[in-house]
């Protein structure tokens, strides 16, 4: 049974960014107090060129970032494309008070121009409470996402992704990449980037005996993939942990960009 809303309590929308600069920070205020749920951003003019480079460096609450380590995450972790709703995998699960302010960076240009018929906007499903509870006493529900940022990969070459925890008690949860492998103009698929490693402060997360000989490869990884299970690290990390992602490029003609990032999951009593 569905419970009525009180008014202003249905979305919690941004400013939109119509200026084509980078990086810019668009904010949204919140009319009364409200539980946040999934979070989701739009670009009309995304293309595929964008998906390896535009990054989410910035997101804050009342001021307190709720990013757990120094690196941004892909935009394209956070566009309706994907299906992270069905799953409440995107679900921020923190309370904003009458007022206060949730913030945004985004970082990287966007091959489309951004303008007033090209926005970049951000939008919280919210519901109504009667409880609120200050970021900085919501415990583990502060680390909503631990980016690992972008990298240019070359041809036939490795590249790395590497972040450095920000604070303790992070449970790393779906771990979500992209790249602008599928790009106009070049002949190449997601399947030729293929990831060797996965490190966490030394120990390898991948199953393989020896991964570099039975890589994964980084299609499984996207937004679009559809396993709802097998993408969640499920591995404690604290302040100052190191992650590292080695990613090889089987493409020998053509560079390509990667991003990645991991949900993070309260952790469990």
Same mark, same amino acid.
């Given at each position: 049974?569905?419970?009525? %809303?009180?008014?202003?309590?249905?979305?919690?929308?941004?400013?939109?960014?119509?200026?084509?600069?980078?990086?810019?920070?668009?904010?949204?205020?919140?009319?009364?107090?409200?539980?946040?749920?999934?979070?989701?951003?739009?670009?009309?003019?995304?293309?595929?060129?964008?998906?390896?480079?535009?990054?989410?460096?910035?997101?804050?609450?009342?001021?307190?970032?709720?990013?757990?380590?120094?690196?941004?995450?892909?935009?394209?972790?956070?566009?309706?494309?994907?299906?992270?709703?069905?799953?409440?995998?995107?679900?921020?699960?923190?309370?904003?008070?009458?007022?206060?302010?949730?913030?945004?960076?985004?970082?990287?240009?966007?091959?489309?121009?951004?303008?007033?018929?090209?926005?970049?906007?951000?939008?919280?499903?919210?519901?109504?409470?009667?409880?609120?509870?200050?970021?900085?006493?919501?415990?583990?529900?502060? $680390?909503?996402?631990?980016?690992?940022?972008?990298?240019?990969?070359?041809?036939?070459?490795?590249?790395?992704?590497?972040?450095?925890?920000?604070? +303790?008690?992070?449970?790393?949860?779906?771990?979500?990449?992209?790249?602008?492998?599928? %790009?106009?103009?070049?002949?190449?698929?997601?399947?030729?980037?293929?990831?060797?490693?996965?490190?966490?402060?030394?120990?390898?997360?991948?199953?393989?005996?020896?991964?570099?000989?039975?890589?994964?490869?980084?299609?499984?990884?996207?937004?679009? $993939?559809? +396993?709802?299970?097998?993408?969640?690290?499920?591995?404690?990390?604290?302040?100052?942990?190191?992650?590292?992602?080695?990613?090889?490029?089987?493409?020998?003609?053509?560079?390509?960009?990667?991003?990645?990032?991991?949900?993070?999951?309260?952790?469990?009593?």
């Amino acid at each position: 049974m569905s419970i009525q %809303r009180n008014a202003q309590s249905f979305y919690l929308s941004s400013t939109l960014q119509t200026v084509n600069v980078t990086p810019f920070t668009i904010s949204a205020t919140s009319a009364l107090d409200l539980l946040m749920d999934s979070l989701y951003f739009q670009c009309g003019g995304l293309t595929e060129a964008d998906k390896g480079t535009v990054l989410i460096t910035s997101l804050t609450v009342s001021g307190q970032s709720i990013q757990a380590s120094n690196q941004g995450m892909p935009f394209t972790a956070f566009t309706p494309s994907n299906n992270y709703a069905i799953e409440g995998i995107n679900s921020i699960s923190l309370t904003i008070a009458t007022s206060q302010v949730f913030s945004a960076t985004v970082t990287g240009a966007f091959v489309n121009a951004l303008g007033v018929t090209n926005p970049v906007g951000f939008a919280i499903s919210t519901e109504p409470t009667d409880i609120v509870v200050s970021p900085n006493e919501s415990g583990s529900l502060l $680390s909503y996402c631990f980016g690992m940022g972008s990298t240019a990969i070359p041809a036939g070459g490795t590249a790395q992704l590497q972040a450095t925890c920000l604070r +303790d008690d992070v449970f790393l949860g779906r771990l979500v990449m992209d790249t602008d492998s599928l %790009r106009v103009g070049v002949l190449a698929n997601q399947e030729c980037l293929q990831i060797t490693s996965i490190l966490v402060d030394g120990i390898e997360l991948l199953s393989s005996v020896t991964p570099a000989n039975a890589p994964l490869l980084l299609s499984q990884l996207t937004p679009q $993939s559809n +396993d709802k299970t097998g993408l969640q690290a499920n591995y404690f990390v604290k302040q100052n942990s190191q992650i590292i992602i080695t990613i090889a490029n089987a493409d020998p003609v053509n560079i390509h960009n990667v991003c990645g990032g991991f949900y993070c999951k309260p952790i469990p009593n």
